[in-house]
């Protein structure tokens, strides 16, 4: 089955900084690549996604990037700011295998420093 | 509106109690899902539900049971439980069966006591 690594687990920034944390997945099948923020005592919200057809995906101040040839995909944030202090989980899913449901990575704690 | 909503927000059970879950979507989404979320970890999936059939059941013990009663409810019941069951119980929908596009509720908290 799939596998997805996401890394850093902690990743400490001040405030105006960029962000970045990237993920590795292990089926070449998998085509989409959500990430999802979460904050203290609220379910995650997704935030932005990429699909396999695509290698970078903008919404304002965060961009995914995706390296199928690598297997690897990131999140970036830039200009970060106090309430981008969450967790992130990255995900992936493939539409070719019988179970069709989301994979997530372990998840990275940021915290924006004021 | 991508609002998923979940009901009740927390939920404090003994080990011989029966209680359930809520979630609702409005947005016709076709697939709705359970997750399982302990603290400091990724959500754990429980249940797919696919055009109100079960579709994934992720190995759960029978002590938790799923209930799809129309495209827009899902329930999960809870009887027996043990305290090691306690945790965020999330809800999530999608429009198609794919998987993607997930959004989430915003949990129950669940202690078993």
């Known amino acids: 089955g799939e596998n997805v690594e996401q890394h850093p687990s902690t990743l400490s920034v001040q405030e105006g900084d960029s962000a970045v944390i990237k993920c590795t997945y292990s089926?070449?099948?998998?085509?989409?690549f959500p990430w999802y923020k979460q904050e203290l005592g609220k379910g995650p919200q997704l935030i932005i996604d990429i699909r396999s057809n695509v290698g970078e995906k903008k919404d304002q101040r965060i961009a995914v990037t995706l390296n199928k040839t690598a297997k690897h995909f990131s999140l970036h944030i830039t200009e970060t700011q106090p309430e981008d202090s969450a967790v992130y989980f990255c995900?992936?899913?493939?539409?070719?295998?019988?179970?069709?449901?989301?994979?997530f990575g372990s998840g990275t704690r940021l915290q924006v420093q004021p | 509106d991508t609002e998923v909503t979940q009901t009740p927000k927390h939920l404090v059970m003994g080990m011989t109690n029966k209680k359930s879950l809520k979630c609702e979507q409005h947005m016709g989404h076709r697939a709705m899902y359970w997750y399982k979320q302990k603290a400091k970890k990724p959500p754990e999936l429980m249940f797919v539900y696919s055009y109100e059939k079960l579709s994934i059941n992720e190995s759960v013990p029978s002590r938790f049971s799923p209930e799809c009663p129309n495209s827009s409810l899902l329930n999960l019941h809870l009887h027996a439980l043990q305290p090691e069951d306690s945790a965020l119980y999330l809800c999530a929908s999608s429009q198609g069966t794919r998987a993607d596009e997930q959004y989430f509720g915003p949990g129950t908290r669940l202690t078993v006591t």
């Open positions: 995900a992936a899913s493939s539409p070719y295998t019988g179970r069709r449901a989301l994979t």
């Open positions: 089926d070449s099948a998998s085509n989409y």
